[in-house]
């Protein structure tokens, strides 16, 4: 806590985390795989992978694939993000791609064009509505609501004699 003659040692915020930081007027092309938190300010484009948190800032240009434990964006991001925790997205940022995440939420004035899976349908959840699973999504099948003009029977009409 204390540095040489009496003074007081200058303490890091991340002194034991892992701290990476891409910043403004970085370009990066490729696969990138860190430990530990990660703030994005540039332009990246390949597949970005920590087992952290990505903090993707209000001009950084993501175009990718995206997996992590916590993705918070302000940015833009054209490509799928996989988060094993949560996805959050910031006021301006633009994803256009599918998320697949336990928890996920947009704060207003977001752009947002994708799919969002948020998981397994648990079984008394889904109201007994089956499930089909292609591709690994899960969309409930479809069932019919009204039944169609074809599957009725016509009144029978009685005739006089």
Known sequence: MWGEKGKQKKETIFEDDHYTFLGKGVDFKGRAQFE??????????????????????EHAIIKGTIVGGTIVSGGRVEGNITASEKVQLLKPAILIGDVNAPSFSMEEGVHFRGMCDMGVVPAEASDGIPVNIENGHHRPQERELVPSLNSCEEPAIAQGV
């Open 36 to 57: 530990g938190t990660v703030r994005v300010d540039g332009h990246f484009e390949g597949e970005i992978a920590t087992d952290d948190t990505l903090i993707i800032g």
